[in-house]
């Protein structure tokens, strides 16, 4: 296809019939604009994040066309040759996909048509909108797992390493924020990593599911047509089909729920450690500051240096959360495709930018933190070595509770230091169990 003709008939979008009605509709489209307008939604600008995919889910369609001679090896290589061409203009940016068309999947075969002719219009054999989004949606959700799991992997990763630097440096603990024991950074620090490694195996699984291809259901119902479906998965770098057309159909927006609530226990430990620190940004804590690559200041009061970047990383959990309320509310609907669907597109999109950003950012954000190591070991007071105290002496032979009791005055000769020392259990303070950690991390990388 010739991308200049394509930008040039931009005016089009004016008129009461987009590219792609012209080229599919049987009968003359009478529909008007503002009707079209509202079918189409935003769906050409949400369409350009899966465009490459539609690309892809195409390429593998038709060479399972092939495989099945509805069309010959040399159609195959023309078509090869047009979507490569499609893929590089649209990269460039020099194919633009506008509301010229309806959405992706009718600009890819009208771009097929324009530049094949005939040819092109035996993209489509064997295949609905419904199949084709649904393929594009997978792979994209499939792609955008895989680098958010590398994304989680850095942030577990600089947990890692900044708990090794932090294994002796004390901080008070709290629960129900009063002061409680004396803990240490590594171990607050490796409770996110942890908590993480949840989120990655559980990524790990959903990824599996995922890895299912749903080309070849068409509408909802297969074809009369023997679609090599194992084939076509197999050129998408799918391990497996989707079986059942209707299940296939019905696992549109379920996925992409599975996706924004994986997503959702993600950003449910970010919410909690960002809280953590804009706790112990506080000048009354001032146990922690951030370095001036990410404070910002305030436009009037010259003395503020605020952490806007945890606060939008605390905040961030209300666009997953808000995404994925919005595709459970759509989901109320009887089995097959019904356009509702389409709205499950932009919440996923958004749910998904969101949280990458934030992963993005956060071992960058990890590495500007600055531990103010004084104020917090001032803040561990005797009264908090009350339990050590108290289980010394369990240990020279006094019943628990007796031993309880005679240390509540928190009177305790024992330095928190020692405090830490002792904490020889598994996990504890002495015995961090890092190499659990990164051994459990490993398994789930392979
Ligand atoms: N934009 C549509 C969607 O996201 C594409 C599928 C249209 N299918 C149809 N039968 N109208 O659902």
Request: with cysteine.
């Amino acid at each position: 296809m010739n991308p200049k003709t394509l930008q040039t008939s931009n005016q089009s979008s004016q008129t009461t019939q987009t590219l792609d009605a012209v080229l599919w509709s049987a009968q003359e489209n009478t529909l008007p604009p503002e009707v079209m307008a509202y079918l189409a939604g935003a769906d050409v600008e949400l369409d350009q994040a899966l465009f490459l995919y539609d690309i892809q889910g195409t390429l593998a369609h038709l060479k399972g066309l092939a495989a099945i001679e509805l069309i010959s090896a040399a159609d195959l290589s023309q078509f090869e040759a047009a979507l490569a061409q499609l893929q590089q203009a649209f990269i460039k940016q020099e194919f633009v996909l506008d509301s010229r068309f309806e959405d992706g999947h009718s600009a890819i075969e009208f771009c097929l048509t324009e530049q094949l002719g005939e040819l092109g219009k035996k993209a489509h054999t064997g295949r609905s909108r419904n199949d084709q989004v649904l393929t594009c949606l997978r792979l994209f959700m499939k792609d955008q797992m895989g680098g958010l799991k590398g994304e989680v992997v850095a942030v577990i990763d600089t947990l890692l390493n900044l708990a090794k630097d932090h294994t002796d440096t004390l901080m008070p603990g709290y629960t129900h924020l009063q002061r409680a024991m004396p803990t240490t950074v590594a171990v607050w620090l490796l409770g996110f990593a942890e908590g993480l490694l949840d989120d990655l195996q559980q990524l790990n699984a959903l990824g599996e599911l995922l890895d299912a291809s749903p080309l070849g259901t068409a509408a909802g119902f297969g074809v009369p047509l023997p679609l090599a479906r194992e084939l076509t998965a197999a050129a998408m770098g799918l391990s497996r089909v989707q079986v059942n057309p209707v299940a296939a159909q019905n696992s549109r927006g379920k996925y992409e729920l599975m996706v924004l609530h994986q997503l959702s226990y993600l950003m449910s430990d970010v919410r909690r450690f960002s809280w953590d620190l804009s706790l112990f940004m506080t000048q009354e804590f001032n146990f922690i500051g951030l370095k001036n690559t990410h404070t910002t200041g305030s436009s009037i009061m010259p003395n503020k240096n605020n952490p806007d970047v945890v606060e939008i990383m605390r905040a961030s959990q209300a666009v997953v959360d808000g995404a994925a309320a919005q595709v459970h509310a759509l989901l109320s609907l009887p089995s097959g495709y019904q356009r509702d669907l389409q709205l499950s597109k932009e919440p996923l999109i958004k749910g998904l930018k969101a949280t990458r950003d934030t992963f993005v950012l956060l071992p960058g954000l990890l590495e500007a933190l600055v531990f103010n190591t004084d104020i917090m070991q001032a803040a561990i007071t005797p009264a908090m070595m009350a339990t050590d105290q108290a289980l010394a002496q369990v240990q020279q032979g006094q019943s628990f509770r007796d031993a309880y009791l005679a240390s509540k005055d928190g009177q305790t000769p024992i330095t928190p230091e020692q405090s830490i020392q002792a904490r020889v259990s598994l996990g504890g303070a002495a015995n961090l169990g890092l190499e659990i950690l990164e051994e459990r991390l490993e398994g789930l990388t392979q």
